[in-house]
């Protein structure tokens, strides 16, 4: 064979040699001969070193920390409100050794489902409790009695830049296809959805890998193998479209989970919804583009407290700009009982500061 490289031929001479008594070890001595000079140099590559590609690589260190999820639930949503049993296959992955697992909340019928089974990497299986789960995170830990799992390695989805290579693992279209790999690239960051119509998910991180029905709750990889992401949704309009929970989102979850065995988030007391949904419900456009619109004021409750007052339009959460419920769920998880923070509300037309203690 012959390229050419800068002008200059070079001759790639392979040369195979098999040991007679059958060995498996093949060896390459590649010579070659550059320019005029008549220098050469000789190269040895075995079979047994192959080199091994990034999507390999990760495949073999992620690969034990996912699980798939089957889960049984009771539903009456039907025309005669008859209970039926309804069966849903995700995945998971173990964040603990002594196995907690995260995966989405819709994955365990966002706390409802009656039964939850684990399957292992290696085959086996065994039920789980779910101990925490948030709808409007779309997030949800569920524990087995089983220690000494892998548990993965998370990054820093802060550090995600569009471009960055990812990697999803995960039981597309059921536990037929489980560790299905799938590759592509980060196509987006702080992607807003619609997931209902009073309800947006937001800060999510898009990628072309392919996800499909199956593949939530499971990990999207970056290039070392860690954790930058939760798979939770694709874009039914076109192909290429999938999008993933910042990790970053559930490590303040997955922390105390793990240490106390549960997770209360503070509240404000309020009842509120996106304000564009609002604005569409009454037919009306309201100050501001985004944020939550407080429809009610729970009776003794930090917001009552602070003055906040039905029809304010929370738009920051000290330092936080917040564009609608979703913004306003993941805001409260940096905070514990106690904490005072700052509340930029929009009343009448005007902004104006309050200041909560939870």
């Keep these: 064979m012959k390229f050419k490289n800068r002008g200059i031929g070079l ?17 390459f001595a590649l010579k070659d001969k550059i320019g005029s000079n008549g220098q050469t140099s000789n190269i040895v590559v075995s079979e047994t070193s192959k080199a091994q590609n990034v ?8 690969t034990p920390s996912v699980v798939g999820i089957t889960t049984t639930s009771v539903s009456e949503d039907n025309m005669f409100a008859i209970p039926q049993e309804t069966h849903g296959v995700g995945t998971g992955i173990i964040v603990d050794s002594n196995g907690y697992i995260l995966t989405n909340s819709h994955v365990v019928s966002d706390g409802d489902a009656t039964n939850v089974n684990v399957l292992f990497s ?26 000494g799992l892998t548990a993965a390695d998370l990054g820093n989805s802060d550090d995600v830049e569009v471009g960055d290579i990812s990697i999803a693992i995960g039981n597309p279209l059921g536990l037929d296809l489980q560790k299905s790999v799938t590759q592509g690239i980060i196509s987006g960051l702080n992607r807003t959805i619609s997931t209902s119509q009073s309800s947006n998910m937001t800060g999510l991180i898009q990628t072309d890998a392919s996800i499909n029905s199956g593949n939530s709750g499971g990990p999207l990889l ?17 192909e290429g479209l999938g999008f993933a929970i910042p990790i970053n989102t559930a490590k303040t979850v997955i922390e105390k989970v793990v240490k106390d065995g549960s997770y209360e988030k503070v509240t404000l007391g309020i009842k509120g919804t996106d ?41 920051k959460i000290d330092n936080d700009s917040i564009t609608g419920m979703n913004d306003l769920n993941k805001v409260l998880y940096k905070f514990k009982k106690g904490d005072k923070v700052k509340i930029t509300v929009i009343r009448n037309g005007r902004e104006k500061e309050l200041e909560i203690k939870f």
Aim: hydrophobic residues 40%; charged residues 20%.
């Design 122 to 147: 290696d085959g086996s299986d065994i039920d789980g409790k779910v101990m925490w789960y948030d709808p409007q995170m779309d997030l949800a830990i569920v524990k087995v009695d089983k220690t």
């Design 55 to 62: 999507y390999q690589a990760v495949a073999k260190k992620a």
């Design 275 to 315: 304000l564009e949904s609002y604005e569409q419900a009454i037919g009306q456009d309201l100050t501001g583009k985004n944020g939550v619109y407080v429809v009610e004021i729970v009776s003794g409750s930090s917001a009552e407290k602070s003055g906040m007052k039905s029809g304010d339009i929370i738009v």
């Design 11 to 27: 001759i790639i001479v392979v040369a195979v040699v098999s040991s007679i008594l059958g060995s498996s070890l093949t060896l």
């Design 222 to 238: 970056n290039e070392k193998g860690q954790v930058i992401g939760i798979n939770t949704a694709k874009a039914s309009q076109g």
